[in-house]
């Protein structure tokens, strides 16, 4: 059953967290949404995961779009600063 | 047929959305507007989707772009911060 | 004939554009110039284009030196804020 | 034993560094938290080890990832200025 | 004769220009300067330009490493705004 | 003998420049360190050199990371603007 109601319901109501490792933890979501949204298959996606997660190049660009999510998702929080 | 009136159409008004997740379907619609821009003929992009579609690599390359879409849009959007 | 006048002619007077849309076609513009930098001779350029054009990876990558683009003429135009 | 428990733990309690090398650690830690996110288990990622250090576009692409996060965190630190 | 004299000498006085194009032209001087970095050899470099030249994805890489010049030539003359 | 006694020492005691010129070639070191964390043995690097230095793609690939660390230098020193 691949049905995803979350697809049409609120999953990002504010890119504000509260420490930045729940900033880090948003930027992990938003990275795997750009998959779903190209593959909204999840079984698809499950099947894709032993192929990606073994191979080096693909885990270094999905924390490449971390990254890139990270920064974005830092900034929002003003870096977390005190 | 492959009519895409939209092309020389308005399609992007405003980078303002309401809510950090319009924003991000923003983004997805920035990054498909750069495929399309270079491949116009949408049966052609049609065809290529289950190709890129099984491919990680390729999905990881997608989110890539959403992600460098998205830190404008949440840029434009002065983050969604209340 | 592969006599390209603009190379030397003003091709770039400003990155500041009336809407969104036109920032886009201005980063599409910026995109091509830098390859155009690199292999001058359009008659090559039209000769890959359907190499490229047939590749979803390289439409990606093309789609992603857009975004790059766009977030500086979104910058320059402060997000066309209102 | 893969038992990771640090993944529960906080590991992110700020941005701030004293130095700019402590801040390109940092990016380093982060870059390296992206890929564990997707590939836990510490075995497998130890195995990957040797394949992508003997491969110069693996350590190039790791170095882009550092890079990108790096912004982040001089930008955190605003750069360390006095 | 792969003597580079400039290698010693001022080559990057400032990232102010007059124009946004001039300030394009600086990005892809940085992008070439990246590269003759790593390769000092200019007729290694020489020899390698049919090869990168007739192949598109080189060719679109080259077009993003000028667009993440340009962004920081951009920014560095407050895009040239008037 | 791979002895790098560097590696627990300053190597980064600011990101503040004179020129933009010796902030390019603190973003070519930062992009360096990035490689030489993974890979911290300088004889396998030193190997690895001329496969990469022969490669087109790893020396546009390079360039990028250097773009990328450029754009922190350049920012933290405030463009070197007079």
């Known amino acids: 059953?691949?049905?995803e109601p979350e697809?049409?319901?609120?999953?990002?109501?504010?890119?504000?967290?509260?420490?930045p490792q729940e900033g880090f933890?948003?930027?992990?979501?938003l990275s795997q949404k750009g998959v779903a949204t190209t593959q909204p298959d999840a079984?698809?996606?499950?099947?894709?995961r032993?192929?990606?997660a073994q191979d080096p190049d693909s885990l270094?660009?999905?924390s490449?779009?971390?990254?890139t999510h990270f920064?974005?998702?830092?900034?929002a929080n003003d870096y977390w600063r005190e």
């Open 1 to 3: 059953d691949n049905h």
């Open 7 to 19: 697809a049409n319901d609120a999953w990002l109501p504010s890119l504000i967290t509260e420490t």
């Open 25 to 29: 933890a948003l930027a992990i979501t």
């Open 43 to 48: 079984e698809v996606r499950k099947e894709q």
């Open 50 to 52: 032993p192929e990606y």
């Open 60 to 62: 270094i660009a999905i």
């Open 64 to 67: 490449h779009v971390i990254a």
């Open 71 to 75: 920064q974005t998702v830092a900034a």
